[in-house]
């Protein structure tokens, strides 16, 4: 009998068994500084079409900009409990949410500073290798403008595919992840 490998890194049809179950959809109870926000919005493929089964892992600085990792040796405050981290899947119709406080801008490249922004992990069926991207927010077109991280995508036109549109009067975000075709999310490689 030979055993025939299986592709490993593939979320396959074990997200919801083995990742759904250490989902954090609000890190915001955790913090005690800074504006509260909600972000969603919906995973897309190439079609338009929902994915129903991607998983979506953020990472973000604390609304003084300092991350609660042990590398940030900024001299900036942490927040109590506030670990920047959380981890949320999307639905059948492929709708996710999660709630955080806006974070504040962190060192760039070259001592420039990043504007605020989230770090965000995708995981999905049929992918071998899981993606990253940014969430960068619409209120703050000064700090995006100087962003180091949007100056290097030479195709202006796309940068938009990372800029949450805020709700007029709320504190709400929509960020749409759509994964090939007209509209495509900026991907980066890591």
């Given at each position: 009998?030979?055993?025939?490998?299986?592709?490993?890194?593939?979320?396959?049809?074990?997200?919801?068994?083995?990742?759904?179950?250490?989902?954090?959809?609000?890190?915001?109870?955790?913090?005690?500084?800074?504006?509260?926000?909600?972000?969603?919005?919906?995973?897309?493929?190439?079609?338009g079409q929902p994915v129903p089964d991607a998983l979506i892992e953020f990472w973000q600085?604390?609304?003084?900009?300092?991350?609660a990792h042990p590398e940030d040796t900024q001299d900036k405050p942490l927040d109590g409990?506030?670990?920047?981290?959380?981890?949320?899947?999307?639905?059948?119709?492929?709708?996710?949410?999660?709630?955080?406080?806006?974070?504040?801008?962190?060192?760039?490249?070259?001592?420039?500073?990043?504007?605020?922004?989230?770090?965000?992990?995708?995981?999905?069926?049929?992918?071998?290798?899981?993606?990253?991207?940014?969430?960068?927010?619409?209120?703050?077109?000064?700090?995006?403008?100087?962003?180091?991280?949007?100056?290097?995508?030479?195709?202006?036109?796309?940068?938009?595919?990372?800029?949450?549109?805020?709700?007029?009067?709320?504190?709400?975000?929509?960020?749409?992840?759509?994964?090939?075709?007209?509209?495509e999310t900026v991907f980066f490689d890591c």
């Open positions: 009998m030979t055993l025939m490998p299986t592709a490993s890194a593939t979320v396959g049809p074990y997200l919801h068994i083995g990742l759904v179950p250490l989902s954090v959809n609000d890190i915001a109870k955790d913090a005690s500084k800074g504006e509260t926000i909600v972000i969603s919005g919906r995973v897309l493929d190439g079609e600085a604390n609304a003084a900009g300092k991350y409990k506030f670990t920047g981290f959380g981890r949320v899947p999307t639905d059948k119709e492929g709708r996710y949410s999660f709630t955080t406080v806006k974070p504040g801008a962190v060192p760039g490249p070259g001592n420039t500073l990043q504007a605020p922004h989230i770090v965000i992990c995708l995981f999905m069926r049929g992918m071998l290798k899981h993606l990253y991207t940014r969430i960068y927010f619409s209120d703050e077109a000064a700090a995006n403008a100087n962003d180091p991280v949007l100056g290097v995508i030479e195709d202006a036109a796309r940068r938009p595919t990372l800029i949450a549109d805020r709700a007029s009067g709320k504190a709400e975000y929509r960020w749409d992840i759509r994964m090939q075709g007209e509209g």
